[in-house]
């Protein structure tokens, strides 16, 4: 199969990969330079940072298969790929812990200012009686988007003595008991964003996500909160978390491993404050999933060309392997 690697994976995945089929390496490029390199490519497959839209599959006549090497899908228009007969896959599954894990990092890491401290030191700078904050045990920790990494986050909570609360889109009794058996007790967003000390964001980004939290919610977080995106920078509004952190209300602060904008060059506003931790979008980073996302990747390549993708598609993987529209 020729494929188009468009974003870096793991590397024993990229050697397999290459063993078996004719593979084209265009890592993280522009928009104009991707269109180009697709032209003769039969399956893409990359993560986040890279726009799979309508103008990239139509550039790529003999397009049959998108693999995301990850789990959000915001990056690449689904219509679009049903209506060219493209097939599009996920590996969402291996995530869900390493995000999980590193929204904890930031947590503790924001919570007790770790990262202010370290700078401060290295300024030769000793300023304990600054760099106090919160116990977590006894807080509330708030999920955005209960599902299998925001329930994983509350349950860490829980592990450490807080009270977790999420919501979820559908506010089912089977959600409920599904949350209520990890120790997390669903309420509705509102609940979620007024009574949370750190509030956690793990929606996926769509339509009716972008922008759930803007000025309004941020104006009823409770006052000395946390807030925390690992979900999409469209999810916030980050403007408005701008005025809010430097207008003196009520958020305490803020960490953002997911941006508006993403890439090399990028300027955050938010550098300049001591209150907001940045993160290149690394929460799934960790090795170890990455190399299971990689491994996921080589077998569902191997599949869709043995034409044994639906026999070994999880549930969860399977975005659109409809034929297209008439
Ligand atoms: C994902 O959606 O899986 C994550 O954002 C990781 C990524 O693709 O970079």
């Not at 690449?76 to 995000?99: E, K, M, N, W, Y």
């Not at 999920?143 to 009270?163: F, N, Q, S, Y």
Request: hydrophobic share 45%; net charge neutral.
């Amino acid at each position: 199969m020729r494929i188009l690697l468009a974003s870096r994976i793991d590397p024993d995945a990229a050697t397999a990969l290459s063993r078996r089929h004719d593979v084209t390496q265009a890592v993280d490029v522009d928009p104009e330079h991707l269109r180009r390199t697709v032209a003769d490519r039969e399956a893409i497959i990359f993560r986040s940072g890279v726009q799979v839209c309508e103008q990239v599959i139509k550039a790529a006549p003999e397009l049959r298969l998108l693999v995301r090497a990850g789990s959000g899908l915001d990056n690449v228009d689904v219509d679009a790929a049903i209506d060219h007969g493209v097939t599009v896959v996920r590996v969402p599954g291996s995530s869900a812990q390493p995000v999980a894990e590193f929204t904890f990092a930031l947590l503790l890491a924001l919570a007790r200012k770790v990262v202010v401290a370290d700078r401060e030191l290295r300024r030769r700078r000793w300023p304990k009686a600054e760099l106090g904050g919160p116990l977590l045990s006894g807080r509330t920790i708030g999920v955005v988007g209960a599902g299998r990494i925001g329930t994983r986050v509350g349950e860490m909570g829980a592990a450490w003595g807080m009270r977790a609360i999420g919501c979820v889109a559908g506010h089912t009794a089977a959600a409920r008991d599904r949350l209520a058996a990890r120790q997390v007790t669903l309420v509705p967003f509102e609940t979620v964003v007024a009574e949370s000390d750190f509030l956690c964001l793990h929606v996926p980004l769509s339509a009716r996500t972008r922008g759930l939290v803007d000025a309004a919610t941020l104006a009823r977080m409770k006052p000395g909160s946390h807030l925390i995106n690992v979900a999409r920078g469209g999810v916030l509004d980050e403007a408005a978390l701008y005025r809010e952190l430097t207008s003196g209300g009520r958020i305490a602060g803020a960490a953002l491993d997911v941006h508006e904008h993403e890439g090399d060059g990028t300027a955050s506003p938010f550098a300049e404050l001591s209150n907001v931790l940045l993160t290149p979008h690394i929460a799934a980073m960790a090795t170890d999933s990455q190399r299971l996302v990689g491994e996921r990747v080589v077998e569902l390549v191997d599949a869709y060309e043995r034409g044994v993708l639906h026999e070994v598609l999880a549930a969860e993987e399977a975005v659109s392997i409809q034929p297209p529209r008439p």
